[in-house]
């Protein structure tokens, strides 16, 4: 069974300040790596993929990677009460067929995330 | 913008009927998904598509599930004779490629609830 962990939190931080969003995989041939937002009775929306080892920035967002520890993160800089959300590690699990990835994720169980002003 | 669109929004059954969740993925994608997230737990993965046939699909995905592209915008997923545990929100997803790095775009999701 190819799992994908996350501290389901919540995790509660102040306006301004860094969260630190922590997931892990079980399936050691994982080769790209999702981090989605959920904002309640809402659908995923993706924020950043990552597939090569170290760091991804995308404006306040960074993704960290390092497929040695199964290890994915996400740092969320200067946080907004508009962060608050759940946010989904997701990990491709796909098989692939001639090259093709056919696109199945795998998602965590998503860190509820709380930015107080 | 484009987006994936999903009807019904939400859709009351009783147990033993049966349903379909429509969905219109974007206009240029070629692979299409679908998932299902039951309330307060992860998302789950139900089956893939592509190239008019099923890719992928799940062990949730038993023989009461099957999916269909009917006229080349549509994409449905009907479930033959709904069980109390079927309710979830129901989420339709497309891809333009085939890379690993490829955005799924969701849609808003069909909710479902079996009595």
Known sequence: QKEVEQNSGPLSVPEGAIASLNCTYSDRGSQSFFWYRQYSGKSPELIMFIYSNGDKEDGRFTAQLNKASQYVSLLIRDSQPSDSATYLCAVNNSINAGGTSYGKLTFGQGTILTVHP | ?115
């Open chain 2, 1 to 115: 913008e484009p987006e994936v669109t999903q009807t019904p929004s939400h859709q009351v059954t009783q147990m033993g009927q049966e349903v379909i969740l429509r969905c219109v993925p974007i206009s240029n994608h070629l692979y299409f998904y679908w998932y299902r997230q039951i309330l307060g737990q992860k998302v789950e993965f139900l089956v893939s598509f592509y190239n008019n046939e099923i890719s992928e699909k799940s062990e949730i995905f038993d023989d009461q599930f099957s999916v269909e592209r009917p006229d080349g915008s549509n994409f449905t997923l009907k479930i033959r004779s709904t069980k109390l545990e079927d309710s979830a929100m129901y989420f339709c997803a497309s891809r333009k490629t085939g890379l690993d790095t490829g955005e799924l775009f969701f849609g808003e999701g069909s909710r479902l609830t079996v009595l």
